[in-house]
């Protein structure tokens, strides 16, 4: 198996074409004209095994405002593996990949949505009830700022000594 990451703007058509084949197996109702559901990310992981592409992660590198602390944070996005490849803990390794690279390079939080909590928790990540605020976006257009708690659950995993405030949290862009 083998592991890289690669910046959004580096990616070749043939990468590009695999992560559609994937999200396509892995997501119903993933649109089926890109790789990127509201916006582009900054980065992925991708994990190949004999050139076919077996797991994806996209991150997003922001600074969030909680309750008017400024959080670096990465965003997780799109994160799946091949129904038959799954269960060999690879979605795992993926997140902890993400954790050390966020505790070596200032990020205070890893973030994201999530409607199921439960692999995420197995992960120890938890999940926060803030009250939201975010640049809703669809085709491609700003439609305005929401501001409500979100109906799939955010969850969080501390990287540094920041606290988590339960007050409002503005996401300083679209949700990812
Ligand atoms: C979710 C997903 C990424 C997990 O990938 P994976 O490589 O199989 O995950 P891992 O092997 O690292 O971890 C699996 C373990 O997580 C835990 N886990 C997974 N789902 C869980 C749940 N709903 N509740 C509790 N624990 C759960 C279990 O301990 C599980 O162990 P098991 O394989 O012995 O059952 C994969 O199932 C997937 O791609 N699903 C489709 C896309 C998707 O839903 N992505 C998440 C978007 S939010």
């Not at 190949?48 to 996005?77: K, P, S, T």
């Not at 700003?142 to 501390?158: F, T």
Request: a neutral charge.
């Amino acid at each position: 198996m083998k592991l890289e990451r690669k910046e959004e703007f580096t990616l070749d058509q043939y990468t590009q074409i695999a992560i559609q084949k994937l999200f396509a197996i892995c997501f119903s109702g993933y649109p089926s004209d890109r790789i990127y559901f509201k916006q582009l990310p900054c980065f992925r992981y991708l994990c190949w095994e004999n050139n076919e592409l077996i797991a994806h992660m996209a991150v997003d590198h922001r600074v969030i405002n909680n309750e008017n602390q400024h959080l670096r944070i990465f965003g997780i996005v799109d994160l799946c593996v091949h129904p038959a490849q799954q269960h060999k803990r690879i979605a795992s390794k993926l997140l902890k990949e993400l954790e050390n690279l966020g505790q070596s390079s200032g990020v205070d939080f890893l973030l994201l949505t999530a409607s199921d909590a439960g692999f995420y928790k197995s992960n120890g990540f938890r999940a926060v009830h803030n009250s939201c605020k975010w640049l809703l976006t669809a085709d491609h257009q700003s439609l305005g700022v929401i501001d409500r708690v979100l109906e799939d659950g955010l969850m969080i995993k501390p990287l540094a000594s920041k606290k988590w405030k339960d007050g409002t949290l503005d996401f300083l862009g679209n949700i990812f």
